[in-house]
């Protein structure tokens, strides 16, 4: 029985990374994968010896994985499947802990660069909450309560009301992530909606058609045939998932490659170009790396302006709030001047 969760990328980029190694050594997949079980956490013990059960009854790696549960995700399994396949295993295992390295070096990046706006915005509600305090004390010349910042909100009261207000949506988002970074990375409606977002969009979207590149690239270095390479390729890249059957029904009436896959509309005009050159030069499987190294970058630089963006954002809605409360307090001390007048 797996486990009933998704093994950390830490973790399966150094399980993967040293087994492609050992592989790489001439050690058995066995033999190799049974080190890795002695190694892993408790919790996931459970999945790696469904594994290694797959194993020993004949299965395949990938099927093996798939079989054990949610804890290795379509990425991993993808890939591997490709190593499976073209008899592989070392190189797709080396590939995919590369591949999670990256993300891995990527999602500190983001947390790094967010540091900064996310300190900002807690001493902006901080210094929201000690004037909601101060307010509860500003009266009008009649003695009337004057709501300063126009929230509804003045005193101690009112600054305890704004705080488990706050404190309720950090609860929220604390308890919606797992299931949001789930989401993510099954390629569920979390990057569904990413993909629509105005630049972090076309980083997924680079993200993905460099995952599917790489499989691709592999089966074709595996000798693979176009329908094999393409299902491995989707599988690998849920997000672009092709029905291989209809790519091999085009082919056989006499659409090349590229045509057939152009014809499903899912892969971006890039990978296609590069299917076609490959194609024709007979070296698709290093058109298919070449393009997938590029893709990456261009999904590290969209995903770094991403967070620029947010940290913007973030400085902005800040810089905007001064703006406001300064603006509020000398509509009231212009309000009291004239009442003064009137007196």
Same mark, same amino acid.
């Given at each position: 029985?797996?486990?009933?969760?998704?093994?950390?990328? #830490?973790?399966?980029?150094?399980? =993967?990374?040293?087994?492609?190694?050992?592989?790489?050594?001439?050690?058995?997949?066995?033999?190799?994968?049974?080190?890795?079980?002695?190694?892993?956490?408790?919790?996931?013990?459970?999945?790696? /010896?469904? &594994?290694?059960?797959?194993?020993?009854?004949?299965?395949?790696?990938? @099927?093996?994985?798939?079989?054990?549960?949610?804890?290795?995700?379509? @990425? $991993?399994?993808?890939? &591997?499947?490709?190593?499976?396949?073209?008899?592989?295993?070392?190189?797709? =295992?080396?590939? &995919?802990?590369?591949? =999670?390295? #990256?993300?891995?070096?990527? #999602? #500190? /990046?983001?947390?790094?660069?967010?540091?900064?706006?996310?300190?900002?915005?807690?001493?902006? @509600?901080?210094?929201?909450? $000690? =004037?909601?305090? $101060?307010?509860?004390?500003?009266?009008?010349?009649?003695?009337?309560?004057?709501?300063?910042?126009?929230?509804?909100?003045?005193?101690r009261a009112g600054a305890i009301r704004f705080l488990t207000a706050v404190a309720g949506v950090v609860v929220l988002a604390v308890l919606a992530w797992p299931l949001l970074a789930r989401s993510w990375a099954d390629h569920g409606l979390a990057r569904t909606i990413a993909a629509r977002i105005p630049i972090l969009g076309p980083a997924v979207r680079s993200a993905e058609a460099a995952a599917w590149c790489k499989a691709a690239g592999l089966a074709s270095h595996a000798g693979l045939d176009a329908g094999r390479l393409v299902g491995l390729a989707s599988s690998a890249a849920p997000g672009l998932r092709i029905a291989a059957g209809r790519v091999e029904e085009r082919l056989r009436g006499g659409a090349t490659l590229d045509e057939a896959l152009a014809a499903e509309?899912?892969?971006?005009?890039?990978? @296609?170009?590069? &299917?076609?050159?490959? /194609?024709?030069t007979g070296t698709t499987a290093e058109s298919l790396d070449r393009l997938a190294g590029r893709l990456d970058e261009e999904a590290r630089a969209g995903f770094t302006a991403a967070v620029g963006a947010v940290g913007f954002i973030a400085w902005a809605a800040v810089a905007g709030l001064v703006a406001l409360v300064v603006f509020r307090f000398g509509s009231f001390y212009a309000g009291i001047l004239n009442q003064a007048r009137t007196l």
């Open positions: 029985m797996g486990a009933t969760g998704r093994m950390s990328d #830490r973790q399966l980029a150094d399980v =993967l990374g040293r087994l492609a190694t050992a592989l790489a050594a001439g050690i058995d997949m066995r033999r190799a994968w049974a080190a890795e079980t002695s190694r892993v956490p408790h919790r996931w013990r459970p999945a790696m /010896e469904a &594994v290694a059960s797959g194993i020993a009854a004949g299965d395949g790696l990938a @099927l093996a994985m798939q079989r054990a549960g949610g804890a290795f995700p379509p @990425l $991993v399994r993808g890939l &591997v499947a490709v190593g499976d396949a073209g008899g592989r295993d070392a190189e797709a =295992l080396r590939d &995919v802990a590369a591949a =999670l390295e #990256r993300g891995i070096r990527g #999602r #500190r /990046e983001l947390r790094a660069a967010l540091a900064g706006p996310a300190l900002r915005l807690v001493m902006a @509600l901080a210094a929201i909450s $000690v =004037l909601i305090l $101060v307010n509860g004390a500003i009266t009008d010349l009649d003695g009337k309560a004057v709501d300063i910042l126009g929230l509804g909100l003045t005193g509309g899912r892969l971006p005009r890039t990978v @296609l170009e590069a &299917v076609a050159v490959g /194609e024709m």
